[in-house]
């Protein structure tokens, strides 16, 4: 999607849009705070939902974008964005982690962050990842605010990533056996503590900023904000926002999520559906030994409820990219070309397996693991990067 120009315009039907899609989260986010069977720990997953599709949605930040723009236009910027998120995130990390963890030298690993073992496996989920961004156009978090922009492609892709979920159930077992069981959890503050593991988390990150900056091309600054409650209306719901603070925001709403309920992640229901309902077709195991015992993006059945936590912060994801959307004039259903349809379905099979693989994807492994200093957000990392490179070079000899 390109960027808006200062000089987008107002449309007032589209903010008009966007206000009842705000004022209805805010409703139903008050509706599940006083409910008996939701309460506000189904309120915040909704609302902290919201904010990081509005964040995603209005600054672009996508891990898959930031690599492309970088490895084929140069474009620095969106991987800066990148390493601002993950900087932050690590920082407001180590702030809570050593309230929580005070001797990080014993047995105890941080609650419930995706601290999880560093195998091989890593290695397999993340190429698979990569790769299906590159033929699917995006990662799974950016397929999901792209509905809100009418996209025809997300679904499509979605849809495979169900599918590859499938998939990567009747793989688990293998990859559990030969893999996670023989794995070292490698925890930085474990052997460096908090100060010694922030400290090399951030020179780390400095140093591959320092390299994009290098290699990549920064252009020139947009012309300044309009000073008047139009421009700043402007600058808000219109113009694309600038990529260093998507990455700020997001690293701050990171540590804010981790803080109030379970680190950043986008799959668990999809994987949970895809669990349930293949489990109900007979299409996956029964048996899968250690899945739901390791940190991650989970997919354990829930029956409690009809809307598990982050069946609703998906929710508030997609509806605030679709107010964000609406009101920058950025909902542009396209019709896509056939090729592209089944890029997009083969590379969101292969997102779902890569996920499965990893438990969790671009959001949950790479950045909530990186940001809890966790090797194993590093090794998906590298892979992921390997991936994507490898699906652009195959998707240009497509001609895709």
Request: net charge positive; proline share 6%.
């Amino acid at each position: 999607m390109p960027e808006s120009s200062p000089t987008s315009a107002l449309r007032p039907a589209g903010l008009i849009g966007a206000g009842l899609l705000v004022t209805a989260l805010m409703a139903a986010a008050w509706y599940l705070h006083g409910s008996v069977f939701y309460g506000r720990t189904s309120s915040w997953p909704l609302i902290s939902g919201a904010v990081f599709g509005f964040v995603l949605q209005r600054s672009r930040f996508c891990f898959y974008c930031g690599l492309r723009e970088f490895i084929e236009e140069r474009d620095a910027r969106p991987v800066l964005g990148l390493l601002a998120a993950l900087a932050v995130g690590a920082l407001g990390y180590a702030v809570v982690l050593g309230a929580w963890v005070p001797f990080p030298e014993t047995t105890q690993f941080p609650p419930r962050a995706h601290v999880g073992p560093a195998g091989w496996h890593l290695l397999v989920g993340g190429l698979t990842f990569g790769i299906g961004m590159a033929l699917s156009g995006s990662c799974l978090s950016a397929h999901f605010y792209r509905l809100g922009e009418g996209s025809l492609l997300a679904p499509v892709a979605l849809g495979g990533a169900a599918g590859g979920f499938i998939l990567g159930f009747n793989a688990w077992e293998f990859f559990y056996v030969r893999a996670l069981t023989e794995a070292p959890i490698l925890w930085l503050p474990r052997n460096l503590g908090y100060g010694g593991a922030l400290a090399l988390q951030l020179l780390v990150l400095a140093a591959l900023a320092f390299g994009v900056w290098r290699r990549g091309i920064v252009p020139s600054p947009r012309p300044a904000m309009e000073r008047s409650l139009r421009g700043l209306a402007r600058a808000v719901w219109v113009d694309r926002w600038p990529h260093w603070l998507g990455g700020v925001l997001v690293g701050l709403l990171g540590t804010a999520v981790y803080l109030r309920s379970t680190p950043l992640g986008v799959t668990s229901e999809l994987g949970r559906l895809a669990r349930k309902f293949g489990g109900q077709a007979g299409v996956v195991p029964k048996n899968l030994p250690g899945l739901d015992e390791f940190p991650g993006c989970g997919t354990a059945y829930i029956t409690e409820v009809l809307f598990t936590p982050n069946a609703l912060f998906v929710i508030g994801l997609v509806a605030a990219a679709l107010a964000g959307g609406l009101a920058a004039g950025q909902f542009q259903p396209e019709r896509p070309t056939w090729p592209r349809v089944g890029l997009a379905l083969v590379g969101g099979v292969l997102l779902g397996f890569g996920s499965m693989i990893s438990i969790g994807c671009s959001i949950g492994t790479l950045l909530s693991g990186i940001q809890a200093f966790a090797v194993s957000g590093w090794i998906f990392a590298i892979a992921l990067v390997v991936g994507v490179y490898g699906g652009l070079k195959f998707r240009r000899a497509l001609g895709q």
